[in-house]
């Protein structure tokens, strides 16, 4: 493979690896914990593991530009970029819950190509390479997933974070649309794209995220099957607005944006 065609799955791996090095080590140990200026958690666990992340992808694709959580922008007008988060679910992390991981995606001509959720308590690493990037699509630790076939709201399993990340008139809409599914749940994190992406949740609804929350999820799900916009239908970038939804299916995708602009 030449150098102007790296093995995007290859060096995912090494990020995911080394990403996990870092953060097992500090992982149910007490932590120094900062407040963001969004008042987001952070630890010396995230940034230690975004750096040990930029330091590969420096090595080995250093034309590439990063969006990383912890360490900032590089090289946006790069015609591809890897997207970066080290801990998804640092409230998870901090609170010693195993359902946290490591999210990258990779953006070419401002489209994902590539997405993966690396769960590493649960030693489970999903990835999504759609074939028409010429990947094999979504595997969970090497075997095949594909996301359900789940067409109608009323048969849907949704899932959400919490309810704390929503503002008031978001929440309205969630509830409406979540309390027409057959059955909702609160937690996970990261964890729920994954679950989507292997047919066990048929949808996912969030909102105030950031690029890094929902591009590694989106290449996961797209090459699953699944579909993930923000909740204008318009494809997921670095400007969307950190409202989303994921669905199984187009069909079920489309009723559940009906509902929640309604």
């Not at 359902?99 to 030693?123: A, F, K, N, Q, S």
Request: aromatic share 6%; hydrophobic share 40%; with cysteine.
């Amino acid at each position: 493979m030449s150098s102007s065609t790296p093995d995007l799955p290859s060096i995912a791996q090494a990020l995911a690896d080394a990403a996990a090095a870092q953060s097992m080590r500090y992982f149910r140990t007490p932590l120094d914990i900062i407040t963001k200026a969004d008042e987001s958690p952070v630890t010396l666990a995230d940034r230690a593991a975004e750096t040990a992340m930029r330091e590969i992808l420096g090595a080995r694709v250093p034309a590439d530009g990063i969006y990383g959580e912890e360490h900032g922008p590089e090289r946006l007008d790069a015609g591809r970029i890897w997207v970066l988060d080290p801990i998804d679910g640092t409230r998870s992390f901090i609170t010693g819950s195993p359902l946290w991981g490591t999210l990258i995606g990779v953006l070419e001509g401002g489209r994902v190509v590539l997405g993966m959720v690396d769960m590493p308590v649960l030693e489970e690493r999903w990835i999504g390479h759609n074939p028409k990037d010429g990947g094999k699509g979504a595997t969970r630790d090497g075997q095949p997933v594909r996301a359900s076939g789940c067409t109608d709201v009323a048969k849907a399993r949704i899932v959400t974070t919490s309810p704390d990340i929503f503002a008031p008139a978001d929440w309205a809409a969630f509830d409406r649309l979540s309390r027409q599914c057959a059955m909702r749940r609160f937690g996970g994190d990261c964890y729920g794209y994954a679950q989507l992406a292997g047919g066990t949740i048929d949808l996912v609804v969030e909102t105030g995220l950031q690029p890094y929350d929902y591009l590694g999820p989106a290449g996961l799900i797209e090459a699953a099957g699944g579909v993930i916009t923000d909740w204008q239908g318009q494809p997921l970038g670095l400007k969307s607005d950190g409202r989303v939804i994921a669905a199984a299916t187009p069909e079920l995708h489309r009723q559940a944006m009906a509902i929640l602009s309604a």
